[in-house]
C-alpha cells in the first residue's frame, strides 16, 4: 500500500515512510491511494473472531510487508489488550466504552499502535528521534505512555497552560525520563502551530529528526478504525446496524470510522458531535468551511477550531459534500446542554457520562429523535474520574477513582513553561 500526500506535491510512500515522517514534505497529510475491502466472512461471522484477530485483519493491507507477520502480530495485540464493552444506556442509546487503557482515554489505541511502530522502524537506526506533540487533553497523555522509555525515542509534548484537566495534566507530567512536558501561555491551537512550524524549520530539522505523534499520522489514525469493527461485533440486531456518535475535535477518530465503513463495515450514519467549536456542523449546514479560534469548553479534547484530519473526511467521499451528508450529520453541544445531559442520564439511565461522552450522547439523542426507528452508539471516549473536578459539583457525589489514577495523582508534575513563541520552542529543542 502506497499513501499518498493531499497537498499532490509529494511523492507516494509506504508505511514505513509515512509512520517515521508524519506529515508529507508538502505539508499535505498523507492518505492510503486505495481503500482495502474486508472480508465478508468477517463481517457476516465478527463474533467469532478476538479483537486481536479483527485488529491484524483490518491493519494489514495497509502495512504490506514493512512490518514482518509475527511483529505486526505482536504490535497489535499489545495495542488492544484491554476491553472495549458495550453498554446500553437507554432503550435506544449504546455506549462503547473505549477508556479501559492505560490513560483512560480512547487516544491509547492509537498511539500505543503508533509508538510500536516507529519503535520498530528505528531499531538499528542511530539517529534519536524526537516525537514533537501538541496536545489538547488526552493526546499528550496516550503518547507519553506509549513511549515512555522507548529506546532510540524523545517525546516533547506542548500543552495549554491551565486547559487542561488535572488528571491529564498529571498523565503528561509526571513520567520524566524521556518524556519532556513544555506548558505554553497560550492555546492549543498555538501549540498545533508552533508545531507545525517546528516541522517547517529546516535549519532545525536538519539537527534533529523530528516526527509527529498527532492524529494526522497514518500509525495513529488508522488503528482507529478497531472501535468500529468492535461495536459491530458486539451489535446484537444485525439487520438494523446503528447510528454511531462520536464526540469530535480534531475528527481523526470518526474519519477512521467513516474509513473502516468504505471498507465494508455495516453502519447507518455519523454523527459528529461538537461542542461550542462548530466549524464541521456550520460547514455541514451551509457549505462554507471557515476555521475559527479554538474556544475553552468542558469537553476540552475537543477545543479545535480547525481540525486537521477534516482534508481526510473530504477527500473519502471526493470531496462531494452531498454525498458526505449522507453519511454524515453534525451537532453542536453547549456547556449547559453538556452539563444537563450529564446530570440527566445519570438520574434516569444510571450511567456516568465523561463530558464528550455526553457531547455525543445529547447529538444522538437529537438526531434520533428525528429518526425514530433507529438506534444508536455514542464512543464514551474518556473515563469521567478525567473530569472529576468539573464533574462532582454537577452530580453532587464523588467519582470512584481507579486504581492506576489513584497512583499517579501523588505524584509530582514536571513541566517547562514557555510563551506561545516558536523560538522558545527551537530554544528548547537545541538545548534539551
Ligand atoms: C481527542 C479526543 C476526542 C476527539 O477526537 P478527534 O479524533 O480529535 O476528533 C474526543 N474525546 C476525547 C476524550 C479525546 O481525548
Known sequence: MKFYSLNKQSAAVDFATACILGQAPDKGLYFPEVIPQVSKELIDNIENYSNEAIALQVITPYIGDKIPKKELERIVNETVNFAFPLLKISESIYSLEL????????KDVGARFMSQCLGYFAKGNNEKVTVLVATSGDTGGAVAHGFYDVEGVDVVILYPSGKVSNVQEKQLTTLGKNIYALEVDGTFDECQQMVKAAFADSALNKKMKLTSANSINVARWLPQQFYYFYLWKQWKDKN????????????????????????????KHFIAACNTNDTVPQFLNTGNYHP????????????????????????????????????MSGYSVSDEETKATLVSVLKENKYLLDPHGAVAYKALYDHLAIFPADKGIILETAHPIKFFDKIEPLIGQPVEVPEKIAMMMNK?????????????????LTAK
Do not use: Y
Open 240 to 267: 438494523n446496524p446503528p447510528v454511531v456518535a462520536v464526540p469530535s475535535g480534531n475528527f481523526g477518530n470518526i474519519c477512521a470510522g467513516l474509513l473502516a465503513r468504505q471498507s465494508g463495515l455495516p453502519i
Open 292 to 327: 475559527k479560534k479554538a474556544i475553552a469548553t468542558l469537553s476540552n479534547a475537543m477545543d479545535v477550531g480547525d481540525p486537521s484530519n477534516f482534508v481526510r473526511v473530504l477527500q473519502l467521499f471526493d470531496r462531494q459534500n452531498e454525498l458526505l451528508k449522507k453519511s
Open 99 to 106: 477508556f479501559h487503557g492505560p490513560t483512560l482515554a480512547f
Open 412 to 428: 509530582e508534575k514536571f513541566s517547562t513553561k514557555i510563551s506561545a513563541d516558536v523560538n522558545c520552542l527551537f530554544d528548547f
